[in-house]
């Protein structure tokens, strides 16, 4: 698994010493973990992406060392260099849509009570 040469096509493609960064590991491999998790979460490794500040100058697609921002140093392969934040909430549910509202509506005494 990882990131492949593609995701990573069109970002700067080397790091120097203090550069903010993102790394990616393997922490488990799939016979590693532990035998109680979900059958398709044993299938698959147990990965992990962390950013920080690089200890010397490097390429993507090699294995650095960073120093996260609670002083931690992690070894991985670089995979990006100024990662951008990428994470969302997902999708809205519509069901909740209007749950604040009807919620707002009875504790203010004006909606239907249920």
């Given amino acids: 698994m990882g990131f492949s040469a593609a995701e990573t096509a069109g970002k700067i493609e080397r790091a120097k010493k203090g550069d903010w960064v993102q790394v990616y590991g393997v922490v488990l491999k799939p016979e590693e973990r532990a035998p109680q998790v979900p059958e398709d979460t044993h299938k698959v490794p147990l990965e992990m992406r962390i950013k920080g500040f690089i200890q010397q100058d ?7 060392t960073i120093e ?5 140093l992690v070894s991985g392969k ?12 997902g999708r809205p549910v519509p069901e909740l ?3 604040g509202l009807e919620l707002r509506a009875m504790l203010q005494g004006g909606g239907d009570e249920a």
């Fill in 78 to 89: 670089l995979v990006a260099v100024n990662p951008a934040h990428e994470h969302d909430f």
């Fill in 68 to 72: 996260t921002l609670t002083g931690r």
């Fill in 97 to 99: 849509a209007k749950v």
């Fill in 58 to 64: 490097a390429q993507v697609g090699e294995e650095v």
